[in-house]
């Protein structure tokens, strides 16, 4: 049987065409039925306060970091989504006198503006801005991380992928976008050989860090979340990490704050992972594959998935 058109963004992949039982059964799910979704390999962890969620966020950097000796270096792999961990880093590291001189980290994604350029230290929607601007610019000069030891993505991908092969990747930690996506894997565009089928997991594993063209919802959540909803101010593609980088981290870490990704969303990556359904039109789904993710939702943010007039 063909797959459904998106009723979204016809020329696109995403997870409106998958069949629709697996798309009810994600919106019948309670918050109860998602704490009870772990398995070997995918653990599910709730936080009652905005407090204990973005500091147990950012005590995964520090925790990373820690492990961090001359000869086995070794670090994190971050997001720009949610963001509100990034402060508290900084103080953390400041409050315990952590040196950062063997710890490392990863940008997961940029912008390529019009030009054809990655998006420079002076691009306001940057994130390689936000996360100086955040993080690492307000660490102690005495524990700054040397300039070396951060790895931002460029046109130059295979220099950035190699370095995942040089520095052990403790974690990797993520959002979801409301293309169910981490970094900016998003789904891809319904042509040439992915015109009645999108690539199979298989294929989409073999993704490396690359330029990608960025579908339609996510120009939209992105002004939504940082732009003041302005949509012609975001970039339509961006460099981003694959799922080759991704499956090198010992552990993929996903926060769940609500706001980033909806009460449905939220469900159908947690209920595809959980029973190990797997459909590039989901990115996300994909991490069924590795061994060890985590997903981290903060209670108060995730409504009932329901219809509510207003």
């Not at 059964?25 to 398995?39: E, W």
């Not at 653990?43 to 306060?49: A, G, L, N, P, Q």
């Not at 307000?138 to 040397?146: G, H, Q, T």
């Amino acid at each position: 049987m063909a797959r459904a058109l998106s009723k979204i963004a016809p020329d696109w992949w995403d997870y409106t065409t998958l069949d629709r039982k697996i798309l009810d059964a994600a919106a019948r799910l309670s918050v109860k039925d998602l704490a009870q979704m772990g398995r070997p390999g995918f653990t599910v962890r709730f936080y009652d306060s905005v407090q204990e969620f973005y500091c147990a966020e950012a005590l995964e950097y520090i925790d990373a970091w820690k492990q961090a000796t001359p000869d086995t270096p070794c670090g994190i792999c971050g997001p720009i989504g949610p963001t509100e961990q990034l402060p508290l880093v900084a103080q953390m590291v400041n409050a315990m006198g952590l040196s950062l001189k063997h710890a490392h980290f990863w940008g997961m994604d940029e912008w390529i503006l019009d030009n054809g350029k990655a998006a420079g230290d002076d691009f306001t929607l940057g994130f390689k801005k936000a996360d100086l601007d955040l993080c690492f610019n307000r660490i102690d000069k005495k524990l700054a991380m040397p300039k070396a030891n951060l790895h931002f993505p460029t046109l130059d991908v295979d220099r950035y992928s190699k370095t995942y092969d040089q520095i052990r990747c403790v974690l990797m930690q993520g959002g979801q976008g409301e293309t169910k996506h981490w970094a900016f894997n998003d789904p891809v565009r319904r042509e040439g050989k992915y015109k009645n089928a999108p690539p199979t997991p298989a294929e989409f594993r073999k993704l490396s860090t690359r330029a990608v063209d960025l579908h339609p919802i996510t120009l939209s959540q992105n002004a939504r979340t940082s732009g003041g909803g302005a949509v012609q101010n975001v970039p339509s593609r961006a460099l981003t990490v694959g799922p080759r980088e991704t499956w090198k981290a010992e552990k993929v870490s996903i926060w769940h704050p609500g706001h980033h990704d909806n009460a449905f969303g939220i469900r159908l990556s947690t209920l595809m992972i959980s029973k190990r359904i797997m459909d590039s039109a989901v990115p996300m789904s994909l991490l069924a594959d590795h061994p060890n993710v985590q997903f981290n939702f903060l209670r108060p943010g995730i409504p009932e998935c329901a219809v509510e007039m207003h």
